[in-house]
C-alpha cells in the first residue's frame, strides 16, 4: 500500500491540513509516499485528488478537495474516493453519479450530504467519513494556552458576525483583536496597530490562534454563502482546530445533520441577534474554556478515530489493507 501525496507541487497554506492527515495514515497504515508530478494532475474537475492508496491489491484511496463531475482516469473500479467538500445542486446529480459509476463506494465527509445523496438515490454505496484533528494537537484536561488578545479575524469570515463584531468594538474600547490586512495577504495587526507577522504556514497558523480568547465561527453556506455551497453547511476541520487551541467559540450556522453530528450547540447558542452575540462575547472574554469538556469531545474526532473507522469500511468491504509479505 502506498500514499499518494501532493505535496511536492501543492504548497498552498490551506493543504497542510490534508497533508497532516496523510502523515498520520502513513505511519498507521505503514504505506510509503509517492509523489505526484505536475503533468499527472488533470483539469476535468472542480478540483483534483489530495492523494491516494495504493493497496497490495491495487486499490487506491483518494482523498477529493471537491468533487469530480466530468470523466476521468479515477473513475475505475479500484479507486476508492473520500470527498471533503461536495458543492453539487440536485440538477448536477447525473453528472455526479456518471463521473463515479465504475467505483466500488464513496466515502463523504459531511453527514448532511450523505442524507441528500441517499434522498436522491444514490446508486453507489455511501459512507459518513467525517474530517478530524490530527493527533499531533490532542489535549487534556490541564492543557493550557497563554492568550493575548480577546479575538483573532483569520480566513473565511462571516458577513452577519462582521455587522455585529463592527458595533461590539465600538462599544467596547478595551477589546482587542487581530486582523488580516486588506490587500496584503497573510499580514496580521491588532486593532491597535501593532504588527503580528507574516501568517503563512500551518505552524504560525496554529500558534496565533492559541493565543486567541475567542473565535467566531459560522458554518459556509448561510450569509451570503449559499451560491458557493450550494446551501450546504458542512462544519469544518476549523472548529475542531479552535477547540484543541482552547478558543471559546461563538456560532452562527444553519442547523442540520452535520452540525449535530459535531455537537455545536454543545459550545453556544445559534447567534441569531445581536443582543445574543454581545452576551456570549462578554461572557467568553471573561471566563475561563472548560478543557475538561474540550478534551473529553476531541477524542471521538482525532485522525486516529478516522483510521479506525477506515479499516471497518474496507473490512465491511471485503477489501485488504495489510501488507503482504515480500
Not at 493550557?144 to 462582521?162: A, P, Q, S, Y
Not at 505552524?203 to 492559541?210: D, F
Not at 452575540?277 to 473529553?296: I, L, N, Q, W
Request: proline share 3%; with cysteine.
Amino acid at each position: 500500500m502506498k500514499i499518494k501525496t501532493e505535496r511536492k507541487i501543492q504548497t498552498w497554506p490551506s493543504w497542510d491540513l490534508v497533508y497532516e492527515w496523510e502523515d498520520q495514515f502513513q505511519k498507521e497504515l505503514d504505506a510509503p509516499f509517492v509523489y505526484t508530478k505536475r503533468h499527472e494532475r488533470y483539469i476535468n474537475c472542480i478540483h483534483w485528488n489530495v492523494f491516494s492508496f495504493s493497496y497490495s491489491n491495487d486499490y487506491e484511496f483518494m482523498w477529493n478537495m471537491g468533487v469530480l463531475i466530468k470523466h476521468s482516469r479515477y473513475n475505475r473500479a479500484n479507486i476508492l474516493p473520500a470527498i471533503i467538500d461536495f458543492h453539487l445542486s440536485q440538477y448536477q446529480l447525473n453528472k455526479f453519479y456518471k463521473a463515479y459509476k465504475k467505483i466500488p463506494f464513496i466515502l463523504i465527509s459531511s453527514l448532511e450530504v450523505v442524507d441528500f445523496l441517499r434522498e436522491n438515490n444514490c446508486p453507489k454505496q455511501i459512507y459518513h467519513f467525517p474530517l478530524s484533528l490530527p493527533d499531533k494537537y490532542k489535549i487534556t484536561p490541564t492543557t493550557r494556552f497563554e492568550k493575548e488578545f480577546d479575538l483573532v479575524l483569520m480566513g473565511r469570515t462571516n458577513i452577519v458576525f462582521d455587522g455585529y463584531l463592527k458595533k461590539y468594538v465600538e462599544k467596547h474600547q478595551n477589546f482587542t483583536y487581530v486582523y488580516e490586512q486588506q490587500g496584503n495577504k497573510f499580514h496580521y495587526f491588532t486593532s491597535k496597530g501593532e504588527y503580528i507577522g507574516n501568517i503563512n504556514n500551518r505552524k504560525s497558523y496554529i500558534e496565533l490562534m492559541r493565543k486567541s480568547k475567542i473565535w467566531l465561527y459560522s458554518t459556509p453556506g448561510i450569509d451570503g454563502g449559499e451560491e458557493r455551497t450550494k446551501g450546504f453547511n458542512q462544519v469544518t476541520p476549523k472548529f475542531l482546530e479552535l477547540l484543541s487551541c482552547g478558543c471559546h467559540v461563538i456560532v452562527r450556522y444553519k442547523k442540520n445533520s452535520d452540525t449535530d453530528y459535531y455537537q455545536l450547540d454543545k459550545f453556544c447558542s445559534n447567534i441569531e441577534t445581536y443582543e445574543q452575540f454581545e452576551k456570549e462575547m462578554d461572557k467568553a472574554r471573561s471566563t475561563e474554556v472548560d478543557m475538561k469538556m474540550y478534551s473529553e469531545y476531541l477524542e471521538n474526532h482525532y485522525t486516529s478515530k478516522r483510521v479506525e473507522l477506515f479499516k471497518t469500511i474496507l473490512e465491511k468491504e471485503n477489501i485488504a489493507w495489510e501488507k503482504l509479505p515480500s
